[in-house]
């Protein structure tokens, strides 16, 4: 019984420190037009794992905090709400992304990626990015679409500058993935995006 115990604590100790990131690695990558000119959808991804430090660099170059003592962020929003709440959906469970702490916070253990789009290549590529507006801290769902573009521009652009693929997708079944993640009503779920390494 006890080793059974042991076993359901290692198992949820290694589940939370999956939510711990590695500092992002700020400096590098391609000069910005260089990016830009690589900057494409694609739907065609390995299942292999994205490197913790990798998943860093993106979650910081899609909405991390880049001026700390104003925590202003690497995307705009209306009034500085920031209002986009983002969650990456991996093979190991749901995690939102807490920017100020630079760390991912559980909401749902277990493999939901099935439950992270409609199209066959997002239940296998490594990582579901989910972006929510939470219509709390504002209430016109028009500013956090934008502020959500900016940031899935980010994405696109890291994804560029680094080799990796990446698609925007409004196709969800945007019910059952509020469920799995446990949004409070206020929350609803704007694009997902999934990235990973080409096939
Ligand atoms: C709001 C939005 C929703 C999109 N939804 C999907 C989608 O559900 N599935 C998909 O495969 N691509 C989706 N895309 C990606 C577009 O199809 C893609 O950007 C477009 O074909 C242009 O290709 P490019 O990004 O390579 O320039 C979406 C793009 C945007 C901006």
Redesign the pocket.
């Known amino acids: 019984m006890r080793i059974i115990h042991f076993a359901v604590l290692c198992a949820a100790a290694a589940w939370l420190a999956a939510g711990e990131l590695p500092p992002p690695v700020t400096s590098g990558g391609k000069p910005l037009m260089e990016a830009l000119k690589a900057r ?2 694609g ?1 065609e991804f390995s299942p292999r794992k994205l490197p913790e430090q990798t998943l860093s660099n993106l979650l910081w170059a899609a909405w991390g905090v880049n001026r700390p003592e104003k925590g202003g962020r690497t995307a705009p929003s209306a009034m500085n709400r920031q209002e986009v709440d983002l969650y990456a959906v991996t093979a190991e469970g749901a995690f939102l992304y807490d920017a100020k702490k630079h760390a991912l916070q559980a909401v749902a253990a277990g493999d939901l990626r099935a439950l992270a789009g409609t ?1 066959g290549f997002v239940k296998d590529a490594p990582l579901n990015l989910v972006l929510v507006a939470d219509t709390a801290k504002s209430g016109d769902l028009t500013y956090a679409a934008i502020s959500a573009g900016a940031i899935s521009q980010n994405v696109y652009l890291y994804c560029a500058s680094e080799g990796l693929s990446t ?5 969800v079944d945007r019910p059952a993935l509020e469920k799995a993640l446990r949004l409070r009503p206020e929350q609803k779920i704007l ?1 997902a995006q999934t990235v990973g390494f080409l096939k």
């Open positions: 494409q959808s739907r199209q698609v925007v997708r409004a196709s694009v």
